[in-house]
């Protein structure tokens, strides 16, 4: 089974991915390697604008979990003692 940590690096790969995907992408639109209208141009940039932002939360509050998560565990190995 896989722990929170291997969700977290999964995630953080994605992410990675995906930016470099759209940065590779946008590089090829403004050299003109790929013809592709305004208006498709400015969707994929609002994309991007939406999905990183999103993605950058999500992975927050994993970490968030985590850590309360191993404070919580901390707490009750205190407690019993």
Not at 12 to 26: Q, R
Not at 56 to 76: G, P, R, W, Y
Request: charged residues 15%.
């Amino acid at each position: 089974m896989m722990d929170d940590s291997e969700y977290i690096m999964i995630g953080s790969a994605f992410l990675v991915g995906v930016i470099g995907v759209c940065a590779w992408f946008f590089k090829k639109v403004m050299r003109g390697e790929i013809g592709v209208s305004v208006n498709t141009a400015l969707l994929a940039l609002l994309v991007v604008i939406l999905l990183v932002p999103f993605v950058m939360n999500v992975s927050a509050h994993f970490v968030s979990q985590i850590l309360h998560h191993a404070e919580d565990t901390k707490e009750k190995v205190v407690e019993s003692h």
